[in-house]
């Protein structure tokens, strides 16, 4: 009786994989066959903001940051993956709504699977950050094995926040443009293409309640300098994910009751 | 047994909020937050209760809004009820949103694991059955092309064929089905239909009543989130049905009942609809109410007008028992108005021929206001009207028709379409010859006979759910008695198989072959060796629950005393007749035998008159029912099953008619004593039934 327990539980968590990788899939493939560019587009748009940025942060207004284009590229590509996704998903329920109304379909599934694919173009963005790393003559070491632990804090970093703004946009349609504003707000107060050492004393303490730049500091220790990441904030921060994730899973639990009534 | 469904006191409550309650961040944020709250709710469901077993099937009938939908999502876990459980053995499938899951850029084969994994299936269960969901949805060479090249009949066939290959022990089916052209509808029918022999518990939303009443066991009806009504599909549909005519009719007044010539009672809003400044006083169907198919036939109708009516339009139409309109024409069709003056007048249909198939139908009359936008008076199936054919009874039309042959066609060569199979002489070898040319596995096993409304469909379906069915026969075959014309081999392809242990059983029911005159002799020289299972019930019962069953078709309009009073003229000549003629269908003597029927003895002693006496066996249905267990063990002994594995079973038995008038009762009970008697000796066994 146990064994058969365990069988049909073993089976639901591989059908539960099996649902992301398929879904993830999906969308994947829509990507590739939408534009002949395919997966270069997720490539273009940091790379265009990086010449605008490097033109205008060394020519018009100079930061005087060394190695600029590794700085910078690094910093929008960690922005990208969490800004597509939590954008995405706003809209996930109500783009979805046939897969919603299916028999024992798991709406929860739908934030993981949007964060899921940012990631992945994340890692493909990968060797292209790693040649503007050679080029301004920045030699790996072995710290870069930390940086599959700084990927999956993002990740479920990204999906705490994820839920909730996909259970909000059922209720409020304009969910994906109000959050819009707010990231474009919050992509100039994170320290994307600027240091955050010169940021006034006065006004860091604000920047610390940004759960964005303990991670975009991490990684660039380990990218950049080569060094070990500050422990002590990634503790903070994990920790700040363990206690948000549930909540965001439990919003996101109690508004899909009511997903296929409201839409 | 395991119910596969059961959902008890279910309750969905929806809130309805003020149509001021902001839809975006930003009025939430300016009005406060206030308006947020939801100002009412309502039960968009409420007390539901059902069940159902596997290889049962659920039909759910109500009109758009009764809350189908809803029901059909919370029982596929798709959002949560305020009350009540719902409780579901086994894998969830539905055939809801075909194709939900599909994208036009993704290819077919991309599409078809998108599909059936969010639909339930592992990866590796998908790949194991790709091959045949592309087969069965006959569309190998186009697998890899993307699906926005297909058409919408290929992509329904593939959702379709997926959502079959994900072995749900629960099925959810939504009306949608019925798009997709004939021959689609048909395959999807058929999986569903083995689906159900299989075990699966499928539950079906339909406002198609009729699709209910065909396809399912059970059928439940809901009108504002409540079951109106829950039970056997023909009496659930039936109320359903008069409902929605009567609520399309609203406006019609009140009125003391009346009767018409043809003896059934007008009733305001069931069959009279209609707002009565014209009344139809008659309506005479000439020169007869029984005709031959081809006949000429004129209608009159009787009309009164109490006030002056600038232009009036009649119709007549001629519908089947089931509603269906077979031929429908108005007075506006010819081009004229019709003013109608105060008094009296008489209108009439000369129909010069009336080309239908054998059956019970309707003159149905109305007289309506000019632009049809609503009935002075219309009267719905009240005159009947009886059409005798010679074609199979089961079509609509029998024009005239001939076949004719051009050319050289080798009539000769075929003896068995040339000399028809139905020449019952014991010593033609042409007959002989048909029977043998049939393989041995396709003789019937053995043949439930009757007696009609004597528990027979219950031991049927217990006998359906014991074993296991490979091929369900088409229910209601009536070979020997009425399309014993159509031949052996024909009959031995209708044949329900079922499977026990390694041998397969052929077999059939219908509660007329005992009592039709010529089926002994016709079984016995087609299948001598045939087993025969008799069901016999209290004759009086049978005459009443017979009678209102007659009612309930429509098939009789008299009450109970005169049905019976009347019977022995009904019947004079009839059983001549049909010894006489060998295609001769008697409506009278199948649907008018309330009493003869009754008389076992009379029938009994004719297949005995073929039949050794251990062939039969004869089966009292107040045994079975009390006694289920043990006679149907018996019943499966006669037939060499083993008994290993009796289930338990539901004891189906309606008995919700009224009381017998007690006076008439004693009579009958009277009346067939001696019948009885004569039985009880006959098989030195007690069928007093006091």
């Known amino acids: 009786m146990r064994n058969a327990g365990t069988l049909v539980y073993r089976r639901k968590i591989a059908h539960w994989f099996d649902l992301l990788r398929v879904l993830v899939d999906r969308d994947m493939k829509l990507l590739y066959k939408r534009s002949t560019l395919g997966i270069a587009w997720t490539l273009i748009s940091p790379l265009l903001q990086l010449a605008v940025f490097s033109f205008l942060f060394r020519s018009v207004v100079p930061l005087n940051i060394p190695k600029f284009s590794s700085f910078a590229f690094s910093g929008l590509l960690i922005w990208t993956w969490s800004q597509t996704a939590l954008f995405k998903s706003t809209a996930l329920i109500t783009n979805n709504k046939a897969l919603i109304r299916q028999p024992n379909f798991p709406p929860a599934i739908l934030p993981v699977v949007m964060t899921m694919t940012g990631l992945i173009h994340f890692v493909l963005a990968l060797p292209v950050l790693i040649i503007f790393l050679a080029i301004d003559g920045i030699h790996l070491n072995s710290v870069l094995l930390l940086l599959p632990l700084l990927m999956i804090i993002q990740f479920f970093l990204t999906v705490s926040f994820a839920y909730p703004l996909a259970a909000l946009n059922v209720t409020f349609r304009d969910t994906q443009h109000t959050l819009a504003v707010v990231l474009q707000m919050l992509f100039y107060l994170t320290p994307i293409f600027y240091d955050i050492s010169s940021v006034p004393e006065k006004f860091k303490i604000f920047y610390y309640l940004n759960p964005m730049v303990p991670l975009i500091e991490a990684y660039r220790a380990i990218l950049l300098k080569g060094m070990q990441p500050d422990w002590q904030a990634l503790l903070i921060l994990s920790l700040a994910v363990v206690a948000l994730l549930p909540i965001g899973v439990e919003i996101f639990r109690r508004q899909s009751d009511h997903f296929v009534e409201e839409l | ?690």
């Open chain 2, 1 to 690: 047994m395991r119910e596969a469904i059961i959902v008890k006191g279910l309750g969905k409550r929806f809130k309805r909020y003020s149509t001021a309650k902001p839809i975006t961040i930003m009025e939430a944020a300016l009005s406060g937050w206030r308006k947020l709250k939801p100002e009412a709710s309502f039960w968009a469901l409420r007390n539901i209760n059902f069940s159902v077993s596997p290889g049962e099937m659920l039909g759910i009938l109500g009109k758009n809004g009764a809350g189908k939908s809803t029901l059909l999502q919370l029982v596929g876990g798709i959002g949560r009820a305020e009350e009540g459980t719902i409780k579901i053995n086994g894998r969830i499938g539905g055939l809801l949103d075909l194709g939900a899951a599909f994208h036009t850029d993704l290819t077919g084969r991309e599409n078809v694991f998108v599909g059936a994994v969010v639909a339930g299936l592992t990866r590796r269960e998908v790949a194991r059955r790709f091959d045949d969901i592309v087969e069965f949805a006959e569309l190998k060479q186009f697998i890899d092309s993307p699906m926005r090249t297909y058409s919408t009949g290929m992509k329904m066939r593939l959702a379709f064929s997926v959502a079959v290959h994900t072995d749900p022990e629960v099925l959810l089916v939504d009306e949608h089905l019925s798009v997709g052209d004939v021959a689609f509808q048909s395959k999807c029918l058929n999986k569903i239909t083995e689906f159900k022999n299989q075990g699966c518990a499928i539950v079906l939303i339909s406002h198609t009543a009729s699709q209910i009443q065909k396809l399912c066991d059970r059928a439940l009806w809901l009108k504002s989130g409540e079951i109106v009504a829950y039970g056997e599909p023909e009496v659930v549909v039936g109320q359903y049905l008069s409902e929605m005519r009567s609520s399309t009719e609203n406006s019609s007044p009140l009125r003391a009942t009346e009767a018409t010539s043809s003896g059934s009672p007008l009733r305001g809003n069931q069959n009279r609809f209609g707002s009565l400044e014209v009344e139809i006083t008659d309506v005479k169907v000439l020169p007869n109410a029984e005709i031959d198919s081809g006949d000429a036939i004129s209608i009159e109708i009787n009309y009164s007008v109490s006030q002056e009516i600038s232009a009036a339009i009649f119709a007549v139409t001629i519908s089947r028992e089931d509603g269906q309109s077979c031929f429908e024409t108005n007075t506006n069709q010819m081009g004229r108005l019709l003013p109608l003056v105060k008094g009296k007048g008489k209108i009439r249909l000369q129909i010069d021929r009336l080309d239908l198939g054998s059956g019970q139908y309707y003159v149905n009359a109305g007289v309506y206001e000019e632009t049809l936008a609503y009935a002075y008076d219309y009267h719905w199936q009240i005159y009947p009207l009886f059409v005798r054919s010679t074609v199979n009874q089961k079509t609509i039309l029998c024009p005239p028709y001939r076949w004719e042959f051009e050319g050289q066609i080798p009539l000769r060569d075929l003896p068995e379409l040339a000399s028809p199979t139905h020449d019952l002489d014991k010593n033609n070898p042409g007959y002989a010859k048909i029977v043998n040319q049939l393989e041995n596995n396709q003789k019937p096993d053995f043949l439930i006979v009757g007696a009609q409304n004597c528990g027979t469909e219950s031991l049927y379906g217990y006998l359906a759910h014991h074993l296991q069915i490979i091929k369900e026969g088409s229910r209601d075959i009536n070979f020997f008695d009425m399309n014993f014309e159509r031949g052996v081999d024909w009959y031995s392809k209708q044949l329900t198989r079922s499977l026990t242990g390694e041998k397969v059983l052929l077999w059939e029911m219908a509660g007329y072959y005992i009592y039709h005159p010529l089926v002994a002799e016709r079984v016995y020289k087609c299948f001598p060796d045939v087993k025969l299972i008799v069901m016999l019930g209290n004759p009086v019962k049978r005459a009443w629950m017979h009678y209102h069953l007659e009612v309930a078709s429509g098939c009789e309009k008299l009450d109970f005393e005169k049905a019976i009073a009347s019977e022995p003229d009904r019947l004079k000549g009839e059983i001549e007749r049909i010894q006489a003629e060998e295609n001769y269908y008697s409506f009278n003597h199948q649907h008018y035998s309330y009493l003869s029927r009754g008389i076992y003895v009379e029938q009994i002693k004719n297949w005995l008159d073929y039949f050794p006496r251990e062939q039969l066996l004869i089966l009292k249905s107040e045994d079975f029912y009390a006694n289920t267990d043990k006679v149907f063990s018996e019943v499966l002994n006669f037939l060499d099953i083993s008994a290993s594995s009796i289930k338990e079973y539901e004891i189906n038995h309606i008995d919700q008619y009224s009381q017998m008038p007690p006076e008439i009762e004693q009579n009958l009970i009277n009346y067939f004593k001696p019948y009885n008697q004569e039985l009880s000796d006959l098989l030195h066994e007690d069928f007093s039934w006091t």
